[in-house]
């Protein structure tokens, strides 16, 4: 969990969100902009598809 753009382009897979519209990140890029009404299912679909790096993965 974070706190604004800049915390969530840090994240795996993160989302800002203001004024009606969402803004998602994965791994501090800009993945698209989504409508408020679709943040929810566009974090689902994208935590369901993230895949860590194999470095990632060693550690978990």
């Known amino acids: 969990m974070v706190n604004?753009?800049?915390e969530a382009s840090e994240a795996d897979i993160g989302i800002a969100a203001g004024k009606g519209v969402g803004i998602l990140?994965?791994?501090g890029v800009v993945v698209?902009?989504?409508k408020e009404s679709e943040i929810?299912?566009?974090v689902?679909?994208?935590v369901m598809?993230?895949?860590?790096s194999e470095e990632e993965a060693a550690h978990h």
């Open 32 to 34: 698209r902009r989504v």
């Open 49 to 52: 598809a993230f895949q860590p």
């Open 4 to 6: 604004g753009p800049g």
């Open 40 to 42: 929810v299912q566009a």
């Open 25 to 27: 990140y994965r791994k």
């Open 44 to 46: 689902v679909d994208e």
